[in-house]
C-alpha cells in the first residue's frame, strides 16, 4: 500500500527553488535509501513530510485515508505516524537508557491503564532495547554510550511512539565499521513491518541497505531504482558521482 505520496511540491528560498516539483512516493514497507549531491533538497524534503517547511505548491498525502499532511502541525504530523532521526543524536546524556526510553512512551490513559502501566511498560522497554541492540545497556547513564549506541538509543525512543514511517538523517555518519553494520541489519529488520526512508551520503552503506535508491538532483527525482540501476544512468554519473 501507498503510505507517503509527495506529488507536484515545489519550495522557494529566497527565489532559490530548493525543491522543484518534487514527485515521490514512499510504501507501507520497506527501506528506501534517498541519496544527491550536496544542496539537492534531501533535508527540504524531510523537513517538507514532517511540516517544517511548507511548500509553495504541491500535495503531500498519508496513509489509506489520503490526509493531506500540508494541513497538519509538525506536532500532529508526528502524531500521525511519521518519525525522524536527526544526524546528531538528542538523548538526554543524565539519563538512563531505560529512562529516556520510558519518557518516550506513550503516556497511559485512564485510571485503569495505570494499575497496569509499569510492568507493561518494562515489558516494551525492554522489547525496544533488544530490537536496537540495547538490552544489555539499560541501567547505563546514555551519556556513556557510544557514539552508535547514542544512535540506537534514539531510534529505540523513536520506535517507542510507534511510527509507519521512519526518516533517518545519515545514520552512518560518525560510525566505526561495526556499527555500520549493526545498523544496516537494524534498519532493515525494521522496515520489515514500517516504512524507513533513509538520506545518507555514503555510497557503501547505501550498498548494503540493497534497497530501493531515489537519487534527487536541483529539488527533484533525477533516477530511481537499485542502487546498480542509478548508478549506471549517465545523469546519475554526471552530477553525483562522476565529480
Ligand atoms: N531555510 C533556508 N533558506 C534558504 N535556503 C535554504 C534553506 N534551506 C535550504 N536552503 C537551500 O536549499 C537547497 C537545498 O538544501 P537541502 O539542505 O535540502 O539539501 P541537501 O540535499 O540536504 O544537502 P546536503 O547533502 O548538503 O545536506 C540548498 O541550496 C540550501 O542552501
Known amino acids: 500500500m501507498r503510505l507517503l505520496e509527495v506529488s507536484g511540491v515545489s519550495v522557494t528560498f529566497d527565489g532559490f527553488r530548493a525543491i522543484d516539483n518534487l514527485s515521490l512516493a514512499v510504501e507501507d514497507r520497506g527501506?528506501?535509501?534517498?541519496?544527491?549531491?550536496?544542496?539537492?533538497?534531501?533535508?527540504?524534503?524531510?523537513?517538507?513530510?514532517?511540516?517544517k517547511t511548507r511548500p509553495d505548491e504541491g500535495r503531500v498525502v498519508w496513509g489509506e485515508e489520503n490526509a493531506n499532511l500540508l494541513k497538519l502541525r509538525e506536532s500532529r504530523i508526528a502524531q500521525a505516524g511519521i518519525g525522524r532521526k536527526f544526524q546528531r543524536p538528542t538523548v538526554f546524556e543524565d539519563q538512563t537508557v531505560r529512562e529516556n526510553l520510558a519518557m518516550s512512551l506513550k503516556a497511559p490513559r485512564g485510571p485503569f491503564a495505570v494499575l497496569f502501566a509499569r510492568r507493561a511498560e518494562e515489558g516494551r522497554i525492554?522489547?525496544?532495547?533488544?530490537?536496537?541492540?540495547?538490552?544489555?545497556?539499560?541501567?547505563?547513564?546514555?551519556?556513556?554510550?557510544?557514539?552508535?549506541?547514542?544512535?540506537?538509543?534514539?531510534?529505540?525512543?523513536?520506535?517507542?511512539?510507534?511510527?509507519?514511517?521512519?526518516?533517518?538523517?545519515?545514520?552512518?555518519a560518525g560510525m566505526t565499521p561495526a556499527e555500520r553494520e549493526h545498523t544496516t541489519d537494524l534498519l532493515r529488520r525494521l522496515a520489515r513491518d514500517r516504512a524507513v526512508v533513509v538520506v545518507e551520503h555514503d555510497m557503501d552503506f547505501v550498498r548494503r541497505l540493497d534497497c530501493r535508491v531515489t537519487v534527487l538532483h536541483e529539488g527533484s527525482v533525477l533516477a530511481e531504482g537499485s542502487l546498480d540501476f542509478v548508478t549506471s544512468n549517465p545523469d546519475v554519473i554526471d552530477v553525483y558521482l562522476g565529480r
Do not use: C, Y
Open 31 to 51: 527501506l528506501r535509501a534517498v541519496i544527491g549531491p550536496n544542496g539537492a533538497g534531501k533535508t527540504t524534503f524531510m523537513d517538507i513530510v514532517t511540516g
Open 126 to 172: 525492554r522489547g525496544i532495547a533488544d530490537e536496537v541492540g540495547l538490552a544489555g545497556q539499560l541501567s547505563r547513564r546514555s551519556g556513556e554510550l557510544s557514539h552508535g549506541q547514542k544512535q540506537w538509543l534514539e531510534i529505540g525512543m523513536l520506535l517507542a511512539q510507534d511510527p509507519r514511517l521512519l526518516l533517518v538523517d545519515e545514520p552512518a
